[in-house]
């Protein structure tokens, strides 16, 4: 398993933007596609976002198309989420995961799709 360390979680003002960053020191991070998922209180995880391993090719879930964008960096060992326009409702834990693959990302889009997780990082938006 990779050892993934989320950060750039915090609390921010309905409206704003916060970039969510998901470190590894795996050094064969280029081959893994890489996911972000969330989990609200009392609600059950879900998928946002998924990124193949050269950042060619992302897929998302229906409601953050057009307010989140993953990227990621293989120099840097670094997937990213950015989070525009925050609803109260993107309030979660944020966990990114990872999974060694050169397939599409279309192909990942639930948890049991990943094999690594990190621990997590707070986003509360406020209203």
């Known amino acids: 398993q990779v050892q993934l360390v989320e950060s750039g979680g915090g609390l921010v003002q309905a409206g704003g933007s916060l970039r969510l960053s998901c470190a590894t020191s795996?050094?064969?991070?280029?081959?893994?596609?890489m996911g972000w998922f969330r989990r609200a209180p009392g609600k059950e995880r879900e998928f946002l976002a998924t990124i193949n391993w050269s950042g060619s090719n992302t897929y998302y879930a229906d409601f953050v198309k057009g307010r989140f964008t993953i990227s990621r960096d293989n120099a840097k060992n670094t997937v990213y989420l950015q989070m525009n326009s925050l609803k109260s409702e993107d309030t979660a834990v944020y966990y990114c995961?990872?999974?060694?693959?050169?397939?599409?990302?279309?192909?990942?889009?639930?948890?049991?799709?990943?094999?690594?997780w990190g621990q997590g990082t707070q986003v509360t938006v406020s209203s």
């Open positions: 795996e050094r064969s991070f280029s081959s893994y596609a």
């Open positions: 995961a990872a999974r060694q693959t050169y397939a599409s990302a279309t192909f990942y889009r639930t948890g049991a799709d990943f094999d690594s």
